[in-house]
């Protein structure tokens, strides 16, 4: 029995010099996916769709959000299986393959598999899916459902409704959450088929009003503690450079008054050995 074509949707935004990588990493999959979409909220795409020959359909939206330019893509795919590429990550050359080959021989909606995250040249470890989820453990953390780690059956995909196109971060974990609410099952392929590309700040007002909207959303699910990190969260992401010194330091105060014990000794133990922690 032959397997479910698969559309591949990449959301871009105004960062034409990495979306050739994340392409080629489409384009090289040992399993090709039968179609490949590029959906643009700036219009600084196009030119570089052109250089593939037509194996890449280019969408023009004026979304605001990564979460709204996805939906458009699925809305446009018209196969069984949707997976997602942002534009600055890659697949390993097996990701579909695992993946799909998952979703064929089984019943659950939709497969996911480990990711890499690489800052700076230097690769470590980054989310690992686990088998099994319960909602209420991961509303303020997630715990390896990104962008571009997973493929869905586009029924699944519709039944949930998309990616919440209002959330401009998490919208991947809000996601996630729904799923589970609403009794999707998900396999695991426990393998580092992903990389995640930090190149880019993760700092900035749009992520921290971003984390306050997703705060506000889960508010009567939230425990005490999911609270604190979330606003953690928050205050470090408010610390971005064009701040006057004066700010910096007060939310500086802030994360440091939201932390736990554990992630106060976590962020003097990487001071004291050379190495940072983002929050990502």
């Known amino acids: ?76 795919a018209g196969t069984p299986l949707l997976a997602f590429l942002d534009d600055d990550d890659t697949w390993h050359p097996t990701f579909l393959d695992r993946c799909v080959a998952e979703l064929a021989e089984s019943t659950v909606d939709f497969a996911a598999a480990w990711t890499w995250r690489c800052r700076a040249g230097h690769r470590r470890p980054g989310g690992s899916l686990p088998p099994a989820a319960v909602p209420a453990d991961w509303l303020h953390r997630n715990p390896g459902l990104t962008g571009s780690n997973f493929v869905v059956r ?79 969260e928050q205050y470090l992401a408010l610390r971005f450079p064009d701040q006057p010194h004066r700010r910096r330091l007060a939310y500086a105060l802030l994360g440091w008054l939201n932390a736990t014990p554990r992630q106060c000794v976590d962020v003097v133990w990487h001071r004291l050995n050379g190495t940072a922690l983002h929050s990502d």
Not at 202 to 224: M, Q
Request: positive net charge; proline residues 7%; hydrophobic residues 40%.
């Open 1 to 76: 029995m032959p397997e479910p074509a698969v559309t591949c949707v990449v959301p871009t935004h105004d960062r034409p010099e990495l979306l050739p990588r994340a392409l080629r990493s489409v384009l090289a999959q040992t399993r090709p996916p039968d179609s490949v979409i590029v959906v643009d909220d700036t219009g600084s795409a196009g030119p570089v769709v052109a250089e593939f020959d037509g194996r890449v359909r280019y969408v023009r939206s004026w979304s605001s959000t990564a979460g709204a330019s996805r939906n458009l893509g699925a809305a446009r």
């Open 154 to 232: 586009a029924e699944a995909f519709g039944r949930l409704g998309g990616f919440d196109a209002a959330l401009p971060v998490n919208s991947d974990l809000d996601l996630f959450v729904r799923a589970l609410d609403l009794g999707l099952r998900y396999a695991v392929v426990p393998e580092r088929l992903v990389v995640q590309y930090r190149n880019l700040s993760s700092r900035g007002p749009r992520r921290a009003s971003g984390l306050a909207g997703y705060r506000h959303k889960y508010r009567d699910r939230l425990t005490v503690g999911q609270r604190r990190f979330l606003r953690r």
